[in-house]
């Protein structure tokens, strides 16, 4: 078990609809990231927090919204997607930012995202 | 990382035999690297990371080789049993944030 966490895992969503999607990690990390992987793409990065202070916001489109209440939890707020944002979304964390050898990215078991 | 196409390319191993997965990498600055392996229906996980510093590095039954003058990675897997049926993909490091390639398919038949 990763001890990241998501709920839904799962989600459904008309256009018009608003959704939230969590992610919790279990490992005392203080770095979270949010992730899309879509079947046509690499794994896409998202956003990242670190000490719940957004660092990165790689060009994601408005009607995706982050938050991160503390170092623990975090979350996606969806509103007015578009089908073409149907994919896989995925949580991970670690003790500190990205890529620092030896300190690796957890991943959670993503969120299977249809959006009709 | 590797090119992105509608599939993934595939690797079809005999239970037993060994797997070797090859990545190419883009960035010559990527001072680390990382394979996952992700299984049907869950999330990416972490099976071995290497230096730009080191040539090579061994985990349990896996072996990861680094050649930086061709910007290639390789992650051997000795012994292929069927619960290594998976999508393995590497990561770089490139300052601050990983890049993920696209990944291949290991089908493991017996």
């Known amino acids: 078990e990763t001890g990241v966490t998501q709920t839904p895992r799962h989600l459904v969503m008309g256009m018009t609809n608003k959704k939230s999607l969590k992610c919790e990690q279990h490992l005392g990390h203080n770095a979270m990231y949010w992730y899309k992987q879509s079947a046509k793409k690499p794994l896409e990065l998202m956003f990242v927090y670190n000490f719940k202070e957004q660092t990165e916001n790689n060009s994601v489109p408005s009607r995706f919204s982050p938050e991160c209440p503390n170092s623990s939890h975090l979350f996606l707020h969806l509103h007015t997607l578009q089908p073409e944002d149907s994919a896989l979304y995925l949580c991970?964390?670690?003790?500190?930012?990205?890529?620092?050898?030896?300190?690796?990215?957890?991943f959670g078991p993503g969120t299977r995202l249809t959006v009709l | 990382g590797e090119s992105v196409g509608l599939h993934l390319p595939t690797l079809s191993v005999q239970e037993g035999d060994n797997s070797i997965i090859n990545c190419a990498y883009s960035n010559s600055a990527s001072d680390y690297f990382i394979w996952y392996k992700q299984e049907s229906g869950k999330g990416p996980q972490f099976i071995i990371d290497?230096?730009?510093?080191?040539d090579k590095r061994q985990g349990q039954r896996v072996t990861v080789l680094l050649n930086k003058t061709v910007k290639h990675l390789s992650l051997q897997i000795a012994a292929t049993q069927p619960g290594d049926s998976a999508v393995y993909f590497c990561?770089?490091?490139?300052?601050?944030?990983?890049?993920f390639g696209t990944g291949t398919r290991l089908q493991v038949f017996p």
């Open positions: 991970a964390s670690s003790s500190r930012l990205a890529g620092v050898f030896g300190d690796t990215q957890y």
């Open positions: 990561a770089e490091k490139t300052i601050d944030k990983l890049i």
């Open positions: 290497i230096r730009s510093n080191m």
